[in-house]
């Protein structure tokens, strides 16, 4: 199908843990990985992405590291927080354009203090 | 910098009625992308229009339509509202079709 395979669906962590949420893709022409934050009631919001002639990228506590071989990319969060918590969605801009984007079904985190 | 802009925030509508939702993108962005997200899903691909053509469909019935303005302002509309329509319509925006999208709050549509 379409869509990005996104595990897990929720993710519980303590505060200070890291917390790692991993998607699979199925087109190997998929050239584009954003992650997306979305807390409750709000927009989706940007927050890391990765093109495919990269392995890996960093910002701050966050990285995505990407598998091309497999067809898939993680996204590491280190040194959680509370305010970390929201659902979290991987994308897959597909082909030769990125105005398409399919999305997995999303991640909840939560992290306790 | 104002982000992108959707309106209405919310609506009700009743089965077999019409909606118009709108989105003004961010400033300078001509790529205009509408998004479907129905309660615990991801957003699900309806269109893309860049430099107002329509450069993508996704897998949603003739009863979604869209088109971008001159000033790349879009509208999205649906005919003949199934209790199914009801969802968070969101408008992302982009400086071309290889590029960043941001979205905007989203209208939120129940189908009574």
């Known amino acids: 199908g379409e ?9 519980s962590v303590q505060e200070g843990d890291s917390a ?9 022409a998929s050239n584009y990985f954003p992650w997306y ?18 392995g890996e990228k960093k ?4 990285a995505v590291t990407l598998n091309k071989t497999a067809k898939h990319f993680s996204l590491h969060i280190t040194e959680t927080q509370p305010e970390d918590s929201a659902v979290y969605f991987c994308a897959d801009g597909r082909g030769s354009t990125l105005g398409r984007l399919y999305f997995g079904r999303g991640t909840q985190l939560t992290v306790w203090p | 910098d104002a982000g992108v802009t959707q309106s209405p925030t919310h609506l009700i509508k009743t089965r077999g009625q ?8 961010i400033s300078g962005h001509k790529s205009v992308s509408w998004y479907q997200q129905v309660l615990g ?8 229009y860049y430099e107002k053509e329509e450069r993508g469909r996704g897998n949603f019935p003739d009863r979604f339509s869209a088109r971008q303005f001159p000033n790349y302002s879009s509208e999205l509309n649906v005919n003949a ?9 969101l408008c992302a925006s982009s400086l071309g079709t290889a590029n960043e ?11 009574l």
Not at chain 1, 59 to 62: L, N, V
Request: proline residues 7%; glycine residues 6%; hydrophobic residues 35%.
């Open chain 1, 59 to 62: 910002d701050q506590r966050i």
């Open chain 1, 3 to 11: 869509n990005v395979e996104q595990h897990p669906s929720t993710l």
């Open chain 1, 20 to 28: 790692v949420i991993k998607c699979t893709y199925s087109d190997s």
């Open chain 2, 41 to 48: 899903q991801g957003p699900q691909f309806i269109f893309q």
């Open chain 2, 18 to 25: 019409q909606v118009t939702l709108r989105c003004s993108p």
């Open chain 1, 37 to 54: 934050k979305q807390e409750l009631g709000k927009r989706p919001q940007l927050i890391i992405d990765i093109r495919s002639n990269v």
């Open chain 2, 101 to 111: 999208q941001f979205f905007g709050p989203g209208t939120r549509l129940t189908v």
């Open chain 2, 81 to 89: 509202l199934l209790l199914g329509d009801s969802a968070l319509y």
